[in-house]
């Protein structure tokens, strides 16, 4: 199967292309008008599908080619063989026939929701399973949870390079040779135990379509250039397709697992493309394309997600550029569309660093230097476009803001500001003084003082 034809139509509406027909005689005329409705009403129906009918990438392909008319398979909305679900598969709303209806807010008609919401206030912790890592930060983690506010902490489970941090046993894993070997399931399991009983809500980290080990198995997933040769970004990184049904499903393949093993809840990193536009123009993403923006096929890839995940009793969250709540030039730039994940995902998590918006962003002449004024600008911005999107959706219920905060001093800008402790605070009072009771800090180094914490 040749790299462009394997792509995902999981979405309930689709764009659909306008053809023509003619004759001669009144006759024949009739004759092909009639043929071409009828076609077209199959095509419509076949490309628009919903999530309990979908056709296969080679079967899109080749009918879209002209082809005879596929057999339609039902959705795969179960766990892999070897590791079966512990819940029955969601029951999906169809999407009325008539005219496409891109997004349906209501997906799992037959869920019901139990799960007990934490307000956390967590810090992103790194590969906790490494040795190395642990022995340097988990003692401390521990005490900062015993002693001050600091409930959750964000795991690394698929790294940017694509390694799975423990050998997990999931058949797509074991066949693409990407779990780590030197620790099992049942270390990660004992590691989530350990947090468990210091009263620490568990989040996995799960990195989406930035990837290098999966290319090792996997090329044909993966972004490539019209000419054929693999898509590399200005920062030396290959991407997965998100068109790719196969790589969408072993995302979440992970997710799932790293549910079973213990997780409360699932966090996507790297839930979209790349940020590099030169060169996009020569980027091969397939025929999907055609009727689906990127945007919308990162949507389509939340709601996949969350449909498989919710039911498993985890929360679900996307961490997301801060830059694309008010900016739609940068979120059509990433693919990402910020309300329209929000109907999906249990916690939209923007990466509201100060340090990350240019100069004169906003009216701010150095960001940087004003983290409460910033941090403020986008939660209050954030809540205005939700407010407005679960208006227009008819008043369902969107994701919760759960922003990022900057612990880290930007040191590479020409000025910065050095963020000490009380700075650090300042963009919790942020959140605080705009009805946000949720943060969590990101230090890559995994780097937290005591003091960047209330006393318990």
Not at 218 to 240: P, R
Not at 328 to 336: I, S, T
Request: charged share 25%.
């Amino acid at each position: 199967m040749g790299r462009r034809d394997e792509y995902l139509n999981y979405r309930s509406g689709s764009r659909r292309r306008r053809n023509g027909s003619g004759g001669n005689p009144i006759a024949a005329l009739v004759a092909v008008v009639l043929v071409a409705a009828a076609c077209g009403f199959t095509a419509y129906h076949l490309a628009k599908g919903n999530l309990g009918e979908r056709l296969s990438g080679n079967q899109l392909t080749n009918f879209l080619q002209g082809g005879a008319t596929p057999t339609v398979a039902a959705a795969v909305t179960h766990e892999p063989e070897n590791t079966p679900s512990p819940t029955a598969a969601p029951t999906v709303t169809p999407t009325p026939r008539g005219e496409p209806q891109m997004y349906e807010p209501y997906y799992l008609t037959d869920f019901e929701d139990t799960r007990e919401r934490v307000d956390v206030r967590g810090i992103y912790g790194g590969n906790l399973l490494d040795k190395y890592v642990k022995n340097a930060k988990l003692a401390h983690y521990l005490e900062l949870a015993d002693n001050t506010e600091l409930n959750a902490i964000v795991i690394d489970v698929k790294l940017e390079d694509g390694t799975i941090v423990y050998d997990m046993q999931v058949d797509s894993v074991i066949e693409a040779g990407t779990g780590n070997k030197d620790y099992s399931q049942d270390d990660m399991k004992a590691l989530l135990d350990e947090l468990h009983s210091h009263g620490i809500y568990c989040i996995a980290r799960i990195v989406c379509f930035r990837d290098e080990k999966l290319y090792q198995k996997h090329e044909d997933w993966f972004l490539h250039k019209l000419d054929d040769t693999i898509y590399i970004d200005g920062d030396k990184n290959k991407w997965i397709n998100p068109y790719k049904e196969l790589a969408t499903r072993y995302i979440v393949d992970v997710a799932c697992q790293a549910a079973r093993d213990g997780f409360d809840e699932i966090c996507f990193d790297y839930i979209r493309i790349t940020s590099y536009t030169s060169g996009r123009t020569n980027t091969n993403f397939g025929r999907l394309i055609d009727y689906y923006t990127i945007q919308e096929q990162i949507v389509e890839f939340c709601k996949y997600a969350c449909t498989r995940l919710k039911p498993m009793g985890v929360f679900v969250s996307a961490s997301v550029y801060g830059g694309i709540i008010n900016s739609a030039v940068d979120a059509k730039n990433v693919g990402q569309n910020y309300t329209e994940m929000a109907k999906y995902m249990d916690y939209m998590c923007p990466m509201v660093y100060p340090s990350h918006y240019a100069n004169g962003y906003a009216g701010f002449d150095i960001p940087d230097f004003e983290p409460y004024k910033l941090v403020s600008f986008e939660l209050q911005s954030s809540a205005k476009k939700l407010e407005a999107a679960s208006e227009e959706a008819g008043g369902i219920t969107l994701a919760k803001c759960r922003p990022w905060l900057q612990s880290f001093s930007a040191s590479w800008l020409e000025k910065y500001k050095t963020y000490t402790n009380p700075v650090i605070r300042e963009q919790v009072k942020a959140c605080y003084d705009n009805n946000i009771n949720e943060w969590m800090y990101w230090n890559a180094a995994g780097n937290y003082d005591e003091e960047a914490f209330e006393k318990k």
